[in-house]
C-alpha cells in the first residue's frame, strides 16, 4: 500500500478542518481528498507534506489555506488556498516506484529539444515545461539545458543566468520527487541526471 493518497473525487462533501480526518478541499465543482499528514507533488516546489489547514488572511480576504512543508527544505513552507484552481496551482500525489525506474531509463534514452536561440521564447518555453508536471518533457528539458551547457563550455562560454536558473528548477523538480519516492539523497539523484 502507498504513503501516498490519490485524488478522489465525490459532490456534497463541506470542508472539514480535523487533522485526523480527511480534509475536503473543492476543485472548480469537484471535491478532492487530502489527508493531513499524507505528501503531495506542489507545482515547481517538489514533494511536501500537508502539514494542517490555518485559517489566515492574506491581502483583504480570510480563507482557509493548506500548510505545505517541502520534505528536503523543513525551513520553508506554502500557503495554498483551500479552494485553489487545479489550472493554476498544480497539486498531485507522487508517482509510484515503478514509474520513477520507468523514467530513470527514459533520462538514458531521451533526445533533447531542438534549441531555440530567442532567449524570450527559449525562456518562456521553459517555463511552460517546468510548469506541466510532465516528467518526460521535463527530463527532455533537463538533457537539452545539459547539452548546451557542455557546448558553451567548449567554445568558452557559459550559459545565460536564466539557462542555468531553469536546469536547476528541472533538476529540483525531478530530483526532490524521484529521491523522496526511493528513498534516496536528492544530490544523488541529480548527479545521475546531470552524467546521462
Not at 489550472?87 to 500525489?93: A, H, L, M, N, V
Not at 518562456?124 to 527532455?140: G, M, N, P, V, Y
Not at 536564466?162 to 534516496?184: C, N, T
Request: hydrophobic share 35%; glycine share 2%.
Amino acid at each position: 500500500m502507498s504513503i501516498f493518497t490519490d485524488l478522489c473525487y465525490n459532490s456534497d462533501v463541506q470542508i472539514e478542518k480535523q487533522a485526523k480526518k480527511p480534509c475536503i478541499i473543492v476543485l472548480s465543482r469537484k471535491v478532492s481528498v487530502m489527508q493531513i499528514g499524507t505528501f503531495v507533488h506542489y507545482s515547481t516546489k517538489g514533494i511536501c507534506q500537508v502539514r494542517e489547514i490555518e485559517t489566515m488572511k492574506f491581502s483583504s480576504e480570510t480563507k482557509d489555506y493548506y500548510v505545505l512543508v517541502p520534505v528536503f527544505d523543513r525551513n520553508s513552507k506554502y500557503y495554498v488556498p483551500t479552494d485553489y484552481d487545479p489550472q493554476r496551482i498544480k497539486i498531485r500525489s507522487a508517482i509510484a516506484p515503478a514509474m520513477v525506474e520507468e523514467l530513470m531509463g527514459y533520462a538514458k534514452t531521451c533526445q533533447p529539444y531542438e534549441w531555440v536561440s530567442n532567449v524570450h521564447e527559449r525562456k518562456a518555453k521553459t517555463e511552460e515545461i517546468l510548469h506541466s508536471s510532465d516528467h518526460k518533457r521535463i527530463l527532455r528539458l533537463i538533457k537539452t539545458l545539459r547539452c548546451h551547457e557542455e557546448h558553451q563550455k567548449q567554445i568558452g562560454k557559459k550559459m545565460y543566468l536564466s539557462d542555468a536558473k531553469a536546469l536547476r528548477s528541472a533538476l529540483h523538480i525531478i530530483s526532490d520527487e524521484f529521491a523522496f519516492v526511493r528513498g534516496e539523497d536528492p544530490k544523488t539523484v541529480a548527479a545521475y541526471l546531470e552524467a546521462v
